[in-house]
């Protein structure tokens, strides 16, 4: 599955100077004034942002044009992403004066602590041949070949086993956050979830495909 944004831009509209608040007690009034709780609020964001990790199909983002703020936290959440050579990459929420918290630790979680910080810190754009050196990115592609590259990469992996990707698409996630040692534990009973007949049959059947170079 490829996720994008028609247009240039793929950003949080709070970003959007008309329509940033002064301060997070500004926030908190809007929202209560709507009735709205920060931790309904807070509920509601993290589904939001684990949601591509809930799909039963891996999720490719193909980033286009301006990356910004809770766009770009919601790409870090797929579990691949493509972006044209002419993308631009922010998390500018401390130049507004908002932290943002699930971009900074999911920045750290993808990329590590050196390039996540001096995205978060500095809030200053960085081009797509910086995201790719910085692991934000898989490849950077032409602009024009952006959608095809997405869906060819999207093509490659509907040709594999879909019980087998999403055991390692499970474990990949649980990867970011947890040992090794409780990982390898916790695969092996994924792995053993797929039964040994079962495994034996789409093994049979990846042998028995068309030979080429793979």
Not at 95 to 102: C, E, L, Q, T, Y
Not at 190 to 214: N, S, V
Request: proline share 5%.
């Amino acid at each position: 599955m490829t996720m994008t944004m028609h247009g240039w831009q793929f950003f949080l509209p709070a970003t959007n100077k008309r329509s940033v608040p002064v301060s997070t007690k500004d926030v908190h009034h809007a929202l209560t004034a709507e009735g709205v709780s920060i931790e309904a609020l807070r509920a509601e964001l993290s589904l939001f942002f684990e949601a591509p990790g809930t799909l039963e199909k891996p999720v490719i983002a193909a980033i286009n044009g301006h990356c910004v703020g809770e766009g770009m936290v919601m790409t870090l959440f797929c579990d691949l992403r493509i972006a044209a050579d002419d993308a631009q990459f922010s998390l500018p929420e401390a130049r507004i004066g908002v932290p943002s918290i699930n971009g900074t630790i999911r920045a750290v979680q993808i990329a590590g602590h050196a390039a996540a910080m001096e995205l978060v810190l500095t809030g200053e754009p960085r081009d797509a041949a910086w995201a790719r050196n910085a692991g934000f990115v898989n490849a950077v592609v032409p602009a024009g070949r952006l959608m095809a590259e997405a869906r060819g990469m999207a093509d490659a992996i509907a040709g594999n086993d879909a019980a087998a990707y999403q055991v390692m698409r499970e474990l990949g996630e649980r990867a970011l956050q947890e040992p090794f040692s409780d990982l390898l534990a916790q695969g092996m009973v994924l792995r053993d979830a797929l039964t040994a007949d079962a495994m034996i049959e789409r093994q049979g059947k990846w042998l028995e495909r068309p030979h080429d170079d793979t």
